[in-house]
């Protein structure tokens, strides 16, 4: 973190899902900010997240979230998908951005902003764990109104990802259109018999 220096942190929720778009959030922090509980996102309660999401929404100097449908993943792959719900984000901000930290080890430069990719940024850089929040809130608001219209899939519980329930789901009651057809939707193992 340079002083003076503008910068966003990037992250996205959503890339392991079987159903359901992947969300991106982009959130430039006041310079000094701190906050004792801002964490990587996976470590809070759910609970925790939407109180620090309203609290980040607050005291952010610019936030936004991009999102990418699940018919866009199938056509351009989930890495280029969540690049592009990255840009998305940052294309939203209210302030243009001089700098952006990257949650992850790869990422598409977008226009000339300088970028650095960050493992597990989420643990290191406030301004992602930030955008980690932000990205799994919001996400997680998404897959629970898809869980009204498709009830049987438990995106409730399992918010899209690829646990034994969800699976069985697919297997019992097929596809939604908000499938991703690109994915391994069924386990090959419960075909064996």
């Known amino acids: 973190m340079q002083a003076g220096r503008i910068e966003a942190g990037c992250d996205e929720a959503g890339r392991g899902c079987l159903s359901g778009a992947v969300f991106a959030a982009a959130v430039i922090l006041p310079q000094d900010y701190s906050h004792p509980q801002l ?97 799994k809130t919001y996400r997680d608001d998404y897959m629970m109104a898809l869980h009204n219209e498709y009830p049987q899939y438990g995106w409730d519980r399992n918010k899209g990802y690829p646990t034994p329930e969800h699976r069985n789901a697919i297997e019992e009651f097929g596809t939604t259109p908000y499938h991703r057809m690109s994915f391994r939707l069924v386990d090959p193992q419960l075909k064996l018999f």
């Open 39 to 135: 964490n990587d996102s996976k470590q809070l309660s759910e609970k925790q997240r939407y109180a620090l999401r309203t609290e980040i929404e607050r005291d952010a100097l610019a936030w936004a979230v991009g999102v990418v449908t699940p018919q866009e993943i199938d056509q351009i792959n989930i890495l280029n998908a969540s690049f592009l719900a990255m840009h998305r984000a940052i294309e939203q901000l209210s302030i243009t951005p001089q700098h952006l930290l990257i949650d992850g080890n790869r990422f598409k430069a977008y226009k000339n902003i300088p970028h650095n990719c960050v493992v597990k940024g989420d643990g290191k850089y406030l301004s992602i764990a930030a955008a980690s929040i932000l990205a």
